[in-house]
């Protein structure tokens, strides 16, 4: 399929063969390597401080390459009372010189630079194509949307896309960026039945970034929720997991980012792809395509000799998780490239740390749940405890006792060195402060480690502990850059949960002073639990490798329904059970008088208010009342506030998403009550600390402000 440059629109590339009013694919592709104001950057004028972000290498090549297959091999061909031809792309490259040698200079000369500006132009142009199709040529319309470059994620499924001249310094902001977040219901708006999106980018930030508060730019209009389309299937794809980070290449003959890698071979329907050969033309399927991008991209870490784990996520607002992304002629198929041998990647970020890391064999590695490069902790000398036996010591919340080891007799020091296999670790977990959410009081409680999973050379760990004492608890964690919070609920009586904190200790480069760090840290429940808690532990750790779709396609769900149908035995497991079948879409399994029972029985989970009321606005999209919605949103903030904290990230997700559009909401005719007021001002502080990623509530920043954040959500509440 070809495509001419259109010389109204720079970076606008139209297929002649197209009609304005036809159904058609309406793409926007974005890549960006070049970064001129950050790290390294080639300006005059850098950015005063750059927040660790520098250039990339093979970024905008990536986006080179789609656009290559989109324009040469794209098909989408469902009949022929349905055509839906290529109709128009915008293509916004930064390349690096290195990249631009690759590229052929006529694609080059008809391209966007995207800069803040020109990214909000192009999407919005793409936008009102697609908005002035009729109904029914738009219900056969499909939107794509790809973007590869440096990306934040300061809030969960709030990704923010930095434009080439983000952090401009003579009038640039933060803000000057793309959040897809905030643009998602507004595409949700369109009549297009289905909408790819593509994110090649970090999900990760810094702590000093996340405390300045950085939003984006939602970029398009929003109407009010009765406005979105109810058949609309917005499918979204991360090349990473949340709070994690995504790689590629060092230099271009080494091809494109590793995400994009791996998209491609399953477009193409390389290496084996499981084609739906029901019909010529054959369909490359979304729950197909994404199973096999996150097989493929963990297959060229392998090639690369790097024992990472990268989890491939997808999110979304659809009903279908085998929507046809491309169709695929038989003569088409080509056989795959040979993967690379060579083992040069480096994170999106490019810091000299991390560089130097990689370069040393010593990189940060990501963790997922039985990840094969995980085993028992016995690459120590030291001869360890065995697992077996129990809890192998315990620390108690307080900084600087040591104890002795109950269990060996042996000194703490030496015990806990010989468990956790780095002093930095022993002192960060040995120096934690635990506090009882509700009093805001210390409590001296100890932390009962049951075992220590971790990579070779200590660099990647899950810790596995649990508490004696029945409450929901504030466990603080310090390194030599931030402080963390993890949110525990031992709530129910006769339960004791199994918790797994997941975290990188990062490395030094060689030559800098020593400053120990983590990142990538998590909280969720351990499969080791017994019972119903081990059922929700292994069935959220499917959801989180496998997504919607493979759920969808292998989990029990009845048993799910089960979990939440027994919440009087186990009220945290059916909380578990009811996000996930309420992130499925399973409303059929998820009666709301259950919730409504969950909310009544247990006033003290305060995730309850919120779930409900997620689950009641996801029911009347079609036709929801405004007013009711924004008074039942406001009743139910307070009502989680009055009960404390929501003790998972995906509730406490919602919450803050929920308090900011009642904030926009806001005028001199609607004011929210002082109660509210100081709920939706403990909510947008919890923002700019909130970590996404697992299962249980974590935040991470500066100390102080940390505790301000603890002592204001108990004051407040």
Known sequence: MMLQPDPTQPGLWTNPAWKPGDAGTFAVLIGISDYPYLKDGNAPQLAENNYGLGQLAVSALTAYRL?????????????PGAPCQLAQCWLLLAPTQQERAVMKDEVLANTLVPTYINCRKALRAWYRSMAKIDDEAARHSRAVFFYSGHGLEVSHEEQILLPTDYLEPTGGSLNDAVNLGAARPALMELKVGNQFIFLDACRNDTPELRERIVQGDGVFDQGLAHMTNPDCNLMLMYATASGQQTFGPRSVDKGISLFGQALLSGLKAERNFALDRQQVPYSVQWSPLHQFVGTAYNDLLKQYKSPLKQRVKVTGEYDDSFAVVTHIRPDMLIPAVPLPQERDIFFGSSDDATDSAFDNEINAYEMAPNNEYFGPADDDPSSLVDEDDGPLFEIY???????WNPFSGESFALSAHDFFGRETVTAMWSNARLYRVGTNEPVNQP????????????????VSFTLNDKGLYWLELTDDRTSYALILPCITDGIRPLFVAEFIVEESAPGQPFIFSISGLQLSLSPDNEGTLQAAALLWEKYENYGAAKATEDMDVNFLNNLVYGKMRDPLSALIAS?????????????????????????????????????LFRLEKAAPNEAVYQQRTGDCLLTMHKRGLPVTGEVISYAIREAGALTEGVNKDNQPSESLSGTLAVLK??????????????FSGNGDALHELRVNWHLTH
């Open 447 to 462: 932390i009962l480690f049951q075992k220590v999973a971790r990579t070779p050379d200590r660099i990647g760990y899950q």
């Open 579 to 615: 996000i996930i079948l309420f992130r499925l879409g399973r409303t059929d399994k998820l009666p709301r008088e259950w919730l409504e029972n969950l909310l009544n029985w247990f006033p003290e989970y305060a995730d309850t208010p919120v779930l409900l009321n997620e689950y």
């Open 685 to 698: 502080n919890a923002r700019q600390f909130f970590l996404p990623g697992g299962l249980f509530t974590a």
């Open 397 to 403: 919340a307080l900084s600087g006792q040591r104890l």
């Open 67 to 79: 656009f290559e297959w989109l324009r040469d091999q794209y098909l989408y061909a469902p009949g």
